[in-house]
């Protein structure tokens, strides 16, 4: 029996070489996606039973005697010992939002090679490691914050950086996830109808919820879901409509403003209307349509129509400008090693995990099915004709204002694709164009669609496609009112140090306020993207790619500095590599996008080429004091993030050397009484 | 059969728990309480308060 356990991992090991083997190695023939889909998912069934367990075993010593915080602590609310299985799902659905199914259409830009290979290898040694010793070290000391972790194990200084890196990431995801949105709705009446429709059915749901059928959260969400459907298919109708369709086809200025205006409403409207409805059939429409993609490749095996490799890995691409090194490890965060997780990992989940040992599937486990679905949105990128990706992700300020100018610019790249084919496609999903729609989301939207219609519905590729617009622009609406919602109680608590009314969170005058500074913050960079000639994505993304990865290396801190305190130098480089890795790229990254001498890439050699330019306009000064502003954001996180990689470095001598407190601060050790069965 | 009864189940208790549903079958448990409109705006409020005071990741 033993040797048939040892025959089988060593095959599926063999597996996950040869797959990562061939699609490292076959090159001038178009490949499978099925190599993708075998070489990930061979790599992490490997990964999760190998390294994960070394992890558990060895490192963590998960012991399933000792109660969990959601034992010892179980209030009913908050902490509450819960099923692996329905932990996982509910982990999953936290930390899946948009970012591992854009980045990866973006990076496709280098080809499917570079990206794909950070997807696994990332996630298997940074990512899912990440996650899973912030869930055990939270885990272990009831439930704490990332925040409260990085004050207790580092210092004050650690803990302070933390909240003021995330709130400013949160200001830059919110602007970059904003501009996704407008790029995909813009002149576009039935995908801007099938979204607005969204806020009426939301606040449908809501009432419902709360007086007609209170607690009936799955009928309601069945309900919505119902709706929706029907707004995608209303939504055709409005865009054949001559008297409606002018009205949904709006400009990407007005979709900005719509969305700045929405968020603001959102955020200071009581939770229950809007947001709480829309989070909850968000969150099932995102797991059905991730599982639905899943099910469609494995059906279709579609073809990769892009190569291994693209012309841009030199720097030039046009939908982001930088090289492979290091721009394709921060376009790829969230699917790879996502900062942000941790904030998940040390938020809910680990106040209700019932066992030690759940800490594997759910924080390992659960990053690899992220991992996955990157992989799945790098595949959806990738059987679109190399043309028609680049024609609908670059921006007009790149390939030419018109699309001929477009066809011709991306065709001499040799790539080739006409107006005719792109009109033609147009046509299918029910769009007036599809050129310069940056942001990665139609592109995906049309891989998605080319997927879905080959398993049996190729009639209705514009349901399709605007289904999974819809689906993209559901969940990121959702982020965008959430996060203001949380940006504004993370200002509110900063500013009730000096006005403390402000710090009242019912107090109608604070919420106003500190919303609309909220709002003016990530809006006044949605706007910037929105006037950008690059495009936005071009400044935006790798912002904050930056930032989240910093988060990451604030996360990754913490981690080493507990492992370093529990086994010395033994184990910490499991935590210390992946920092490393990093440090290096966001560290390159930031300098790049601040210094380099290239206008595409360096905010400063942006700022200093259009001010040489010398027609001194209104808005080519605003253009001008963007590019430097984005430069100092820039910097300040390589500056904060600097400040607490020199405080970890400071504590990790001390404990080295023995001069610093190394002592462990877990919870004490309490016997378990629960029985799994009982969950 | 028995096997893909368990998943259905496990599927629909993993919905339930995203939909806050079994966390609203726990508050009523645990403070002895029937269900009701007020009682689930109750919980419901108190839910989202803390749901939304947290991130959303990207």
Redesign the interface.
Known sequence: MKLLTHLLWGAIAAAAAFCLGGVALIRGEHINSIWLVLAAACTYVTAYRFYGRFIAVRVMALDDRRATPGERLRNGHDFEPTNKWILLGHHFAAIAGPGPLVGPVLAAQFGYLPGTLWIVIGAVLGGAVQDFVILFASMRRDGKSLGKMAREEIGKVGGFIALVTVLIIMVILLAVVGLVVVNALKGSAWGTFTIAATMPIAIFMGLYLRYWRPGKVLECSAIGFILVLASIFGGRSVAASASLAPVFTLSAMALAIGIIVYGFLASALPVWLLLAPRDYLSTFVKLGVVLMLAIGILIVRPELQLPAFTRFVDGTGPIFAGKIFPFCFITIACGAVSGFHSLISSGTTPKMIAKEWHAVPVGYGSMLMESFVAIMAMIAACVLQPGVYFAVNSPAGIVGATPAAAVATISNWGFPVTTATMAQLASDVGEKTLFFRTGGAPSLALGMAHIFARTGGGAVIGFWYHFAIMFEALFILTIIDAGTRVGRFMLQDLLSQVAPPLGRMMWMPGVILTSAMVVAAWGYFLIQGVRDPLGGINSLWPLFGISNQLLATIALCVATTILLKMHSAKYAWITFAPLVWLVTVTFTAGWQKILSPIPAIGFLAQADKLAAAGAATAATETLIFNARLDAALCGLLMVLVAVILADSARVWVGILRGTADAHVREAPFVPSRLQTEEL | MNVLRRFAR?IL????????????Q??L???GRQ???P???RF???????????????
């Open positions: 496990l208790a993993t919905l339930r728990e995203i939909s806050d549903e079994n966390a609203y726990r508050h448990a645990a403070h269900h009701s409109g009682e689930w705006r419901s409020e108190e839910r989202l308060r803390a749901k939304y005071a947290r991130a959303k990741c990207c």
